[in-house]
């Protein structure tokens, strides 16, 4: 090979896990992600937690319009969610235990859950 060539090699990319830099950039690639949102959106790290009162079907239907709008976000910046960690927390007496969606995918329901990733609602 001639110093003018140039061979294939493997392209490395991302952040090691457990980096301070991972959860920085991550939180500057989300910054928007609550904008247009009509619930209480948290974020931490890698962890997100979408809240709202499910007492009413006006209440349930802006939870699932915001879980909407997340996919349709998660669509243009060329991300997905992952939805098998994404759990619905029926909260309150009053809880209407609506079956919410991401994109075409139900959430699974839960009446606990351990750790910090989960989509909630009250009622």
């Known amino acids: 090979m001639s110093s003018a060539e140039?061979?294939?090699r493997p392209a490395t990319s991302g952040v090691p896990?457990?980096?301070?830099?991972?959860?920085?950039l991550l939180s500057l690639?989300?910054?928007?992600?609550?904008?247009?949102?009509?619930?209480?959106?948290?974020?931490?790290?890698?962890?997100?937690?979408?809240g709202g009162v499910a007492d009413t079907p006006e209440g349930c239907a802006a939870i699932q319009r915001d879980l909407d709008r997340l996919e349709r976000w998660a669509?243009?910046?060329?991300?997905?969610?992952?939805?098998?960690?994404?759990t619905v927390l029926h909260l309150g007496r009053?809880?209407?235990?609506?079956?919410?969606?991401?994109?075409?995918?139900?959430?699974q329901s839960s009446s606990v859950e351990r750790d910090l990733v989960s989509w909630w609602t009250t009622g």
Request: glycine share 6%.
């Open 94 to 107: 009053n809880n209407l235990m609506h079956q919410y969606r991401l994109g075409v995918d139900l959430l």
């Open 6 to 8: 140039s061979s294939w």
């Open 17 to 24: 896990q457990g980096s301070v830099l991972g959860p920085f």
């Open 29 to 50: 690639l989300i910054n928007d992600l609550h904008e247009e949102l009509e619930c209480t959106l948290s974020k931490f790290a890698d962890d997100t937690k979408l």
């Open 75 to 86: 669509e243009r910046n060329l991300m997905k969610f992952n939805k098998g960690e994404c």
